[in-house]
C-alpha cells in the first residue's frame, strides 16, 4: 500500500454532512481514512463519497473504528475530468 496523508472530505450519500479527515494509505480499491473530525457512526455497506484536491472517489465503508474507516472504492474521477464535464453540462443549460 501507499503511504499518504492527504486531507480529504468525506460525506455519506447521497446528502450528508461533509466531514474532514485524512487519507492515510490506499491501494487501488481500498483506501484507510483517519481523523475523522466531528465523528459519526458509518456502518459497514455505508455508500460515502471522497473529494480530494485531485479526484473525488465513490466508495463504500468496509469497516469503522472509532474515527477511522476502512472503504473500498469503486468509482474514481479527476478533478481535470470533473471541470471538462462540467463545462459541457453548463453549456447545454438553457440560458
Do not use: C
Not at 41 to 63: M, R
Amino acid at each position: 500500500m501507499a503511504e499518504l496523508s492527504e486531507e480529504i472530505t468525506v460525506r455519506r450519500l447521497p446528502d450528508g454532512e461533509p466531514r474532514s479527515g485524512s487519507l492515510e494509505r490506499r491501494d487501488r480499491r481500498n483506501f484507510l481514512i483517519s481523523n475523522l473530525n466531528d465523528w459519526v457512526e458509518f456502518e459497514a455497506g455505508a455508500l460515502i463519497e471522497i473529494q480530494s484536491e485531485k479526484a473525488v472517489y465513490l466508495g463504500q465503508v468496509l469497516s469503522q473504528q472509532e474515527a477511522s474507516l476502512l472503504v473500498a472504492v469503486e468509482h474514481a474521477l479527476s478533478r481535470v475530468a470533473l471541470t471538462e464535464i462540467e463545462k459541457v453540462w453548463q453549456g447545454r443549460q438553457p440560458a
